[in-house]
C-alpha cells in the first residue's frame, strides 16, 4: 500500500480511516472517524464503517491518531525574518533577499502544520510577491494572504524611527498623517495586489519614538475613510490596537477583526460585541518573552512591559470569551522569539492555559475563525465536503493535551489542497548572513564592575539588558 510520504506531491482519490475526526466546527470528536479526499477537495466525511468504496489512489490509517483541519496562523510577518531590534524590523536587509528568505521560511511554517496563515504587514512588498510564488508553485508553502506596509502615522508603532533618520521606503509602516494620504496608499496598495490593508492604530506598548500603547494613533474620521475606501475595492482592514479607543474607533469604523486589545475595557469591548467583529489578541510574543526571554538575552525592561500587558490582557479577554466574543489566533511569527516554524500552535496553549478556553475552542480559533483571514470563509477551515482537503494527521489527542500540537515529531501527516507534504524533506536550515542584522558592537555595556566585580563603598552602574 502507497504511504502518504511516498504519494507526497501527488493528488488523487485518498482514504483517511479510523481516526478521531476534529472538524474545526465545535461538534464534538468523532471516533473511528474517516475523510475522502477527491483531488484537492474533500469528498466525504462520517463514520469508517460508513465510508464509500475504493478504488483508492491512498490510503491513510489513522488509527489512534487525531485528524483535523491545518492549522491557519492570522498573524505573521513573513518579510521580517526572525528580527531581535527594531532596526531590523525596518531596515535590514534589501528587499531582494528578505523576499528570497521569506520564501524559503514559508517551507519551515507548512511542515509545522500551519497550512494557512496571513502577513497583517509587510516590509517593501515581500508579503505579496511571496504569496504569489506560493500560489504559482515556485515555492512550497502554505496559503497566505498579505498585506503591504502598516498605514501609520507619527502616532503609531509603524513610525519606529526618530524624524532625523523618517521612514525609509524599507519600513513596516508607510507614514500617512492626512485623510486624502490615508486613501491615496489604500488605493496604491490595492493596486500592488494586496489581500488587506493593515493600520497601525496606536503605539507601542514599549516607546521608544512614539506614544505608548493606550494612545489611538489616527482619528475616527481617519479610520472610517480608510475603511470605506478599501471595503469599496473588494479587500478586508485589520488594525493594530492597543489602545481601548482605538478598539472602540475600529468598531465604530467596522473594520474586518482587530489585533491585540490588550488595554481595552469593558465599554470598549462592548463596541466590539455589539459589532461581532472578531478578535486576534496575538499573545504568544508576549508570552514567550516573558516566559523564555531570559533564554535570550532579552532585556528585563521588555520582560516587565510585556508582563504588563498580559495581566490587562488577561483580565479583558477572559471577559470577551465569557460573553461570546469571536477570537482569532495569531502568533507574531517573524520575530527572534517567535520564529517561522516552531511556535505556531503556541496561541492554542495560551488560549488554554491564560483564557480558560476548553482545546476545542482553541482549535476552532485557529481553524475555522481564522479562515476569514485567508479569505477561506466558504472553502477552509474545518473538514466538510467541498472544502480544501488542507488537513493534519496527528499523532495524539490535542483535546486532551493542546500542546501536542506544537511538537513537529507528532505531525504523521500535513496535507494541503489533498497533496501530502513530504515530511521526509530536511527541515530548512539557513546561515545567517552579515546584512540580516543591525551591526552589534556588543549587547551589554562592559563595565569596570562587569570585569572585576563590584567593590565594596562604590555605588556601581546597573549592568543592564540587551536594550532590545
Not at 525609509?168 to 491615496?184: A, I, K, Q, Y
Amino acid at each position: 500500500m502507497t504511504t502518504a510520504t511516498e504519494q507526497a506531491g501527488g493528488t488523487g482519490r485518498t482514504l483517511i480511516r479510523g481516526g478521531t475526526i476534529i472538524d474545526g466546527t465545535g461538534r464534538p470528536a468523532m471516533r473511528d472517524g474517516a475523510v475522502v479526499v477527491a483531488g484537492e477537495r474533500i469528498a466525504w466525511v462520517g463514520p469508517a464503517r460508513e465510508a464509500p468504496e475504493g478504488p483508492y489512489d491512498l490510503v491513510i490509517e489513522a488509527g489512534g491518531k487525531t485528524v483535523m483541519p491545518g492549522l491557519i496562523d492570522a498573524h505573521c510577518h513573513t518579510s521580517y525574518g526572525e528580527v531581535r531590534t527594531h532596526e531590523e524590523e525596518g531596515m535590514y536587509p534589501g528587499a531582494e533577499y528578505s523576499a528570497i528568505r521569506a520564501a524559503w521560511n514559508m517551507q519551515k511554517v507548512l511542515r509545522a502544520g500551519v497550512t494557512g496563515i496571513c502577513d497583517p504587514g509587510s516590509r517593501w512588498g515581500v508579503a505579496v510577491a511571496v504569496r504569489d510564488a506560493m500560489a504559482a508553485g515556485l515555492v512550497e508553502g502554505p496559503r497566505m494572504t498579505a498585506a503591504g506596509q502598516m498605514l501609520s502615522t507619527h502616532a503609531s508603532i509603524g513610525d519606529l524611527f526618530p524624524l532625523w533618520v523618517g521612514s525609509p521606503p524599507s519600513n513596516v509602516g508607510v507614514l500617512c498623517n492626512t485623510r486624502d494620504e490615508m486613501v491615496r496608499e489604500v488605493r496604491r496598495q490595492v493596486k500592488q495586489g494586496v489581500d488587506l490593508i493593515k493600520v497601525a492604530g496606536s503605539g507601542d506598548p514599549n516607546p521608544v519614538w512614539t506614544p505608548s500603547g493606550d494612545v489611538p494613533s489616527l482619528s475616527l474620521d481617519e479610520l472610517k475613510a480608510i475603511v470605506e475606501e478599501t471595503h469599496r475595492l473588494g479587500k478586508k482592514v485589520t488594525i493594530h490596537a492597543r489602545a481601548g479607543l482605538a478598539v472602540r474607533y475600529a468598531a465604530e469604523a467596522g473594520v474586518d477583526w482587530v489585533i491585540h486589545g490588550d488595554l481595552m475595557n469593558e465599554t470598549d469591548l462592548g463596541a466590539l460585541l455589539k459589532t461581532g467583529i472578531p478578535i486576534c489578541p496575538t499573545l504568544t510574543l508576549l508570552v514567550n518573552t516573558v516566559e523564555w526571554g531570559h533564554l535570550v538575552g532579552a532585556s528585563q525592561g521588555l520582560m516587565d512591559s510585556y508582563k504588563r500587558l498580559i495581566d490587562s490582557s488577561v483580565k479583558i479577554l477572559s471577559l470577551a470569551r465569557q460573553a461570546g466574543l469571536r477570537f482569532m489566533a495569531g502568533t507574531d511569527a517573524g520575530f527572534a522569539v517567535t520564529p517561522f516554524g516552531h511556535w505556531h500552535a503556541r496561541e492554542l496553549e495560551i488560549f488554554v492555559k491564560y483564557l480558560d478556553f476548553t482545546p476545542m475552542e482553541a482549535i476552532m480559533a485557529a481553524t475555522r475563525n481564522n479562515a476569514v483571514a485567508v479569505n477561506l470563509e466558504q472553502d477552509g477551515g474545518v473538514l466538510e465536503p467541498g472544502r480544501y482537503a488542507d488537513l493534519l494527521v496527528v499523532d495524539g489527542d490535542p483535546l486532551g493535551d493542546i500542546r501536542v500540537l506544537q511538537d513537529r515529531a507528532r505531525l504523521a501527516v500535513v496535507m494541503k489542497g489533498g497533496r501530502c507534504v513530504d515530511l521526509r524533506h530536511p527541515w530548512p536550515q539557513a546561515r545567517e548572513m552579515r546584512y540580516e542584522r543591525t551591526h552589534f558592537m556588543t549587547r551589554r555595556t562592559l563595565y569596570y564592575d562587569t570585569v572585576y566585580g563590584p567593590r565594596e563603598g562604590v555605588k556601581t552602574e546597573r549592568d543592564g539588558g540587551d536594550g532590545v
